[in-house]
């Protein structure tokens, strides 16, 4: 693998041991030669070729300038496959339907999830390399969470395989799986209500009060927070994460039915919130050891007879859960 920038958040590099492996993903995801996959972070194209097989087009997105050199040469001659030097945060989806491909670096992939449902039009389907700790945040089972209810009403989520530590070597430290975000058709929440959707349960989940009737109380006064949870069926005394999806639906739905005046209460929470966690991220990454984890890794990758990678990156600071999680490999695709 090529070197890197010093100042580059590497991290140490797993290897998966078979490339029958990464097949049998692709197999599992039904797509078919009509299908646009975009496979965002290709590496070295792994992942990328198996795509190819399979799909009609590949939009292979990748940051780093060497292994994009590396793409081009490799699929020169593949007129499916299409290389684009990008950062995938930065880079737009299609207003055509689409499918996602991606094992993102974990301090990313909330961002990458955010991206992927307030797109315009977001994708089909979306198969994300996760943490198991992470993807069960998104399931929102067996107690609901943040990040699952702004998930929930555009895509269901379902973990369809699951990767043994021995599938890499060296083994990560965590156990890693694969989760299928399907798009849901209808939406359970329309476009154009998205906004003041994610702005209620961000302002409800995150109150410190202890339940969501003090937390609503607290942001449109007693008289109308019984009014909306007595119509909602929703019982005052339940904290956020009791609650079902479909509460947290008929809760939204009747607030939508309030005066412009009582919804102003919530807005700007996901935007606060959003702030809130680039700077925690921030911070915890000025504590990485980067140049000697680079290091690390062209070392492990200089010596390792495959160069498929699995990245592990700095701990994602998930949504409504501000601690740290341990390091987690991304799958890279590599020759």
């Not at 943490?131 to 107690?143: K, V």
């Amino acid at each position: 693998m090529a070197a890197h920038n010093e100042s580059t958040l590497w991290r140490t590099q797993n290897f998966l041991r078979d490339r029958r492996l990464v097949e049998r993903l692709v197999s599992r995801a039904k797509i078919g030669p009509t299908d646009v996959v975009y496979d965002l972070g290709a590496g070295g194209g792994m992942l990328t070729d198996a795509l190819a097989r399979r799909a009609g087009r590949v939009i292979a997105i990748e940051k780093d300038a060497a292994l994009v050199a590396r793409l081009r040469a490799r699929f020169r001659g593949r007129a499916n496959v299409e290389i684009r030097h990008a950062d995938i945060l930065a880079h737009p989806f299609p207003r055509a339907e689409y499918v996602v491909f991606a094992s993102p670096p974990f301090d990313t992939t909330s961002a990458i999830v955010r991206k992927l449902r307030s797109a315009a039009v977001p994708p089909r389907d979306a198969y994300l390399a996760l943490q198991q700790e992470a993807a069960r945040r998104y399931l929102g089972r067996p107690r609901q969470t943040l990040a699952a209810l702004l998930v929930a009403p555009w895509f269901s989520v379902q973990i369809i395989h699951r990767f043994a530590r021995s599938d890499f070597a060296p083994s990560p430290a965590v156990d890693v799986v694969m989760v299928r975000m399907h798009k849901r058709g209808p939406p359970l929440i329309a476009g154009s209500a998205a906004h003041l959707y994610r702005n209620l349960v961000v302002a409800l989940f995150v109150s410190r009060k202890p339940n969501v009737g003090a937390a609503s109380t607290q942001l449109f006064g007693g008289r109308v927070s019984r009014r909306l949870l007595d119509a909602a069926r929703v019982d005052p005394t339940s904290g956020p994460s009791a609650l079902t999806l479909s509460a947290w639906l008929r809760l939204f739905r009747e607030f939508a039915r309030l005066p412009a005046s009582l919804r102003a209460a919530v807005a700007g929470a996901e935007r606060r919130l959003h702030r809130k966690q680039q700077r925690l991220q921030k911070i915890h990454r000025t504590r990485v050891p980067r140049d000697a984890l680079s290091r690390v890794s062209r070392r492990e990758s200089a010596s390792s007879h495959l160069t498929h990678p699995i990245f592990a990156t700095v701990p994602d600071l998930w949504i409504a859960f501000p601690r740290t999680i341990p390091s987690v490999p991304r799958i890279s695709r590599s020759s």
